[in-house]
T-cell receptor, first 113, second 114 residues
């Protein structure tokens, strides 16, 4: 079965640079979630989108923004990167008509130097 | 969402059943119990969820107490590949005006030994 696709899988950036992470949900899923997992920490919810509209917001820094496009893929844009942004970033998708169970992608590992 | 409490770590011998407990004493009537696991730095993997009835799928069984204040995830025949952090998460169900974001707590680190 098709899974959530995330790209890139690994990313290295310098401080103050920008980064864009992409997420392609499971076909026919209408909701996308972004989570951040710092080293040794548990995943923390950042933001979610349902039918291209922001549906919920967690602990997402103001330097980060995200959107969901007409094909339901989503992008997380991160600006003015800081060392503390080094983390795993997971995307999950769900379908509202199928009970909203979230399925996660493999993640993007971001390293800020 | 209701807060959950899980043991920090557990061991289980390969081939034996792994029983992972979770307390969620403040769970509301419209909240489901979800279980995910994360194998080292991989994306969290959905295991099972339930509202009040016991549930079983190809991966595990979920036993929810009658008062819904606690539950147990059962891996019937643990293998070395089941070594992971297991998260018990309480989340609102469908048609809720609240968000569906998952609040990952500390989870239980399960070590399956040969």
């Amino acid at each position: 079965a098709a899974g959530v696709i995330q790209s890139p899988r690994h990313l290295i950036k310098e401080k103050r640079e920008t980064a864009t992470l992409k997420c392609y949900p499971i076909p026919r899923h209408d909701t996308v979630y972004w989570y951040q997992q710092g080293p040794g920490q548990d995943p923390q919810f950042l933001i979610s989108f349902y039918e291209k509209m922001q549906s919920d917001k967690g602990s997402i820094p103001d330097r980060f923004s995200a959107q969901q496009f007409s094909d339901y893929h989503s992008e997380l844009n991160m600006s003015s990167l800081e060392l503390g942004d080094s983390a795993l970033y997971f995307c999950a998708s769900s379908a509202r008509l199928l009970g909203e169970t979230q399925y996660f992608g493999p993640g993007t590992r971001l390293l800020v130097l | 969402d209701a807060k959950t409490t899980q043991p920090t770590s557990m061991d289980c011998a390969e081939g034996r059943a792994a029983n992972l407990p979770c307390n969620h004493s403040t769970i509301s009537g419209n909240e489901y119990v979800y279980w995910y696991r994360q194998i080292h730095s991989q994306g969290p993997q959905y295991i099972i969820h339930g509202l009040k009835n016991n549930e079983t799928n190809e991966m595990a069984s979920l036993i929810i107490t009658e008062d819904r204040k606690s539950s147990t995830l059962i891996l019937p025949h643990a293998t070395l590949r089941d070594t992971a952090v297991y998260y018990c998460i309480v989340r609102v169900g469908r048609n809720s005006n609240s968000g569906y974001a998952l609040n990952f707590g500390k989870g239980t680190s399960l070590l399956v030994t040969p």
